[in-house]
């Protein structure tokens, strides 16, 4: 049994469902300015079309990223790996509100969060659906347990920002294409996020 499964023991599963394929997400432009409304599985349908999203990376004390992967059941990137947490605000909902519910939804996790940076994006997952976000990257810290949504993730584990690296270059084709786009400027401009903290 690796550290892993050990650490694995102490979560719990939770199996409510929290995303619809009717959810109105925020259509924006490309400076990130409200231009309408469209469900989610329409948003997604084809090439996509650019709505606001949200990424989370939440690391613990020691300066370990939470990974997930994703559910099995995702119409795109399922059982790929990915950052902690990502979704969209809802319509009427603030960015501040969206990604505080999201992380307790997936993973029954609240912490204060950190905006980063955000980034537009285009990624095509096969002819019929693709991501094309402009997506806001936060940053949080937490050592409590994690009780794992399983319709939302299929595998979850701690990995420090070394051997992330070293997986990303050995594997990429394992990684969401938004994922890696973020980790490299997250290791490039705010390591201070997965610095690990003193004991003081």
């Given amino acids: 049994m690796d550290n892993a499964e050990v650490e694995r023991q102490d979560w719990r599963d939770s199996n409510e469902i929290v995303s619809f394929d009717d ?14 409304f469209m469900d989610k599985a329409a948003a997604h349908m084809g090439k996509g079309t650019l709505h606001r ?14 990974l997930q992967q994703r559910a099995s059941g ?4 399922a059982g790929f790996w990915s950052n902690t ?3 969209h605000p809802r ?19 609240a912490c204060p969060l950190e905006h980063l940076f955000k980034f537009e994006y285009h990624a095509q997952f096969d002819a019929d659906g693709a ?3 402009l ?7 937490s050592d409590e347990a994690p009780t794992v949504n399983v319709n939302e993730i299929s595998g979850l584990r701690y990995i420090a920002p070394d051997a992330l690296d070293a997986e990303m270059a050995a ?30």
């Fill in 23 to 36: 959810e109105p997400l925020v259509l924006v432009d490309h400076d990130d300015r409200e231009i309408g």
């Fill in 53 to 66: 999203a949200f990424s989370l990376f939440v690391f613990n004390s020691k300066g370990e990223l939470l």
């Fill in 74 to 77: 995702k119409r795109l990137w």
């Fill in 85 to 87: 947490c990502c979704s």
């Fill in 91 to 109: 319509r009427g909902e603030t960015l501040d509100s969206a990604i505080h519910r999201r992380l307790r939804e997936e993973l029954g996790l």
């Fill in 131 to 133: 991501e094309h976000e």
């Fill in 135 to 141: 997506c806001w990257v936060y940053a949080g810290r």
């Fill in 171 to 200: 594997t990429p084709e394992a990684f969401t294409p938004w994922f890696k786009i973020e980790w490299a400027r997250i290791r490039s401009e705010h390591a201070h996020v997965f610095a690990p903290l003193s004991k003081g």
